[in-house]
C-alpha cells in the first residue's frame, strides 16, 4: 500500500502485532498471580459488542457514552481503484473485526469496537454532483493545514474502550485495501471521565477543563431533523461529518482566572451550566442582564456565537477527543445532515468568538457518513453499485 507517510501498512500490520505478541509473552512475568490464600482481583466486564450492521453505521449516536479512544485515518483512493468494490470489502472487513472471528485481532477480543467509514467530496461528486457531501469544506481564518491534512476521499473512524484494538483494526483494514488506498494522515485521540447531563446522556471534558459537547441532537425527532440524511435514497441513513484538528493554547487559557475561563465559554467549569443560571441541561439566556445591564453571557462567549438559534442553523452531534500528539489539543467531529449547520456556525463564531484566540486548526476534512449495511446491501452499494 502506498502512504503519504511512510509507513508500508504489512510492516506496520507485522510491528503493531508482534508487539501485542511480545506483551502477552511477557504478562505472565507480572505480579499478577494472587499468593496462596488470598482471591485475584475480579477482571472488569468487558463492554457490550455494537452491531457493525443497520439503517445507521455505528460510531455515530452508538454506542452511549461514546468508547474512551479513537483513531482516525484520511486516506486517498488510487486513480485505478473503483470505490464499490474497496468499500464492500472493507464492509465484510468491519463485520468480522466486530464479531471478532477476523485472524488479524490476534484474538483480542472486540469489545464495543465500531468501525465509521465516510468517502469525500471528490467520491460523492462522482456519483452525483448535488448529493448531500458533495460540497468540500472552505477555508477559514486560524488555520495553519499542511495540503496533506486537508479533504481526502476516505475515512475510517475507529473507535473502542481498549486502545490496543485501534491499531490493530486500522492495520487489518489497511491491509485488505492494498495499494488501493494511500494514507494522508491519522490521529489518535481519547475521551476522559463522562460527566452525567440527564436522560441518561453523558459528555466528557476537553482539555481547557470544560465539558464539550452539551448541546445537541440528542432526542429522536431531533435526529431526525438535524442528524441523518432521508434522501435522496442513494444517501439516506448517512449523515456528514466534520473533522477538524486543534492545537490548543493551554498556557495561556490557564493563566486567566477561573471566572475569565468561564467568560470566554459561557459556561460554568464546575458544573456546565450556563452563566445566565440553572443546571448543565438548561438553555442559555442571552438576553439575561445583571442589574447594570451587562450580559451575563458576554457577547463574545463560545455559548452565544455558537448557539444554534442565534446562527440560524439546525444542532450538530459533537464526539470530540482530545490528542496529546502533535501537540495537545483536540479532535473536534460533527455530525450533520446539512454542511451549512457547521459552516455557518463557524463563520458566525469567526467574527468575534474568544474561544478561537486558543484555537489553531491543523488538519480540517468533511466526509458523507455512508448509510448503514449488512450482508444483502453491503457497504456503499447504494452509493457506487
Known sequence: MHRADPHPSRRRFLDVTGAMVAAGLTAGCTPDAAPPGRHAPSAPAAPATVPATGRHQAGVTLPQPAQ?????????LGAAAAPGPLLAEL??????????TDRRLLGLPPGDLTVTVGVGPRLVRAAGASLPGAADLPEFSRERIHPKARGGDLLMQICADDALL????????????????RERWRQSARRGATVPLGNGLTAPRNPLGFIDGIVGPHTAAEQRRDLWLAGPPAV????????????????????LSVAEQEAVLGRHRADGAPLSGGTVASVPELGAKTADGRYLVPADAHVRRANPAVVGTGLMLRRSYSTDEPAPGLLFISFQNDLRTFTATL???????????????????TFLILPGFDRQHPLGSSLFG
Open 68 to 76: 474512551r479512544n479513537l483513531l482516525a485515518v484520511v486516506a486517498d
Open 91 to 100: 464492509g465484510r472487513t468491519i463485520r468480522t473485526l466486530v464479531a471478532g
Open 166 to 181: 485501534l491499531p490493530v483494526a486500522a492495520a487489518a483494514l489497511l491491509e485488505q485495501a492494498g495499494d488501493r488506498l
Open 236 to 255: 439516506a441513513g448517512g449523515t456528514l461529518a466534520v473533522l477538524r484538528r486543534m492545537e490548543l493554547d493551554l498556557p495561556r487559557f490557564a493563566a
Open 347 to 365: 463563520t458566525h463564531m469567526d467574527t468575534s468568538d474568544a474561544l478561537l484566540r486558543f484555537t489553531t486548526t491543523t488538519a480540517s476534512a
